[in-house]
């Protein structure tokens, strides 16, 4: 926590003290700038100097978004854009019912509220479940944005480490159970993982089902990569009923139809006093966007024919990824199950200079990589100095020249660095 600010008064001219100085909100100085766009402003500059940079640091998707949702905003009759109604239009809670129902998951349309995009269905969760300071037990390394939807609602993240040698699979339920504490009110998790491409076992999750039962917690489970599953399936929490009064489903369209620009998503729950909380919490801020809402209906009306092809296509750059960085020598790797990420271990000692050198000195043959330290998706200090978030976003050939490049760039700051000391 930041330290308490200390207000001086100086005697003004007239014998009166003066008004104590403006000061901002604790809060404000403890939300977190991002880790994945903190190099960016460098990268642009490095572009305007006629550097090509290869962008794996963010999962913005480089294919294009279906031409329904475009087709179908032309087609929109409207006489007014109007407010809409604040847990969702009713075309758009239809349709994610269908949606959810398609993938095995049975809900109706009263357990729904839609969302603008996933992140604000995260922090309607945080803010229905937690009282400021409670607890919610995340597994490190976690996305990154966690941090600041805890910020906003006052409430304080536990981590529980996991480890590269592994894959990042999750601990054994008994080693989780250390990490609850008597401010403990859930977990929150992403199956399939951002940032590791982890795809928890059914065995997994059902441990966490076992433990939110023992314990009384809720399961905040961020199921925004569901799709992208490549090796078997990713369970749902909603798929164990025996937990239907403490699930809570986090959902987006973002990735899944590349509609990251719509800013769609849905809080799902069984449980109608979360759901409740959450509408309320939609009434303050109104509604989300009326038009963005009616653009994705057709996606979540037939999402097969959107999904599956997006999902074959980065299963493909996710197998050249994998296979390339064996060809790098001194990486720690794993083979991602799931999502369009990966992190990776360096053999250097600090991540964060080794990306800041990568975007703002290298270059290999007017070329460079813009990369993603991954200190920023850990809470525990002085975890992930030496590892990095690697997004497969783009193109196969791209990912082939940035792998390349990353190669090369290690090399030269291996000679760097002993030509240094």
Known sequence: MAPEAVLETRPARSGRAEAPALRLSQRAGEMQASPLRKLAAIAEERKKKGIRVYHLNIGQPDLPTPPVVFETIRSLNLNTLAYAPSNGMPESLSAWQRYLEAKGIKVDQKEIVVTSGGSEAIIFAMCAICDAGDELIVFEPFYTNYNGFATIANVTLRPVPLDIANGFHLPPADVIEQYITPRTRGFLFCNPSNPTGTVYSRGEVAGLVSLAQKHNLFLLSDEVYREFAYEGV???????????DRAILLDSTSKRFNVCGARIGALVSHNPEVVQSAFKFGMARLSVATVEQLALVPLLNSPEQYTRPIAEEFRRRRDLVYGGLGQIEGVTFYKPEGAFYIVIGLPVADAEHFARWLIEEY????????????????????????????????????????????KEALKAYSRNKRSDS
């Open 363 to 406: 270059e290999y043959e007017k070329e460079t990589v813009l990369l993603a330290p991954a200190q920023g998706f850990y809470a525990t200090p002085g975890k992930g100095l030496n590892e990095v978030r690697l997004a497969f976003m783009l193109n196969r050939e791209s990912l082939q020249r940035s792998l390349l490049i990353i």
């Open 234 to 244: 990713s369970h749902s929490v909603m798929s164990f009923p025996e937990v239907a």
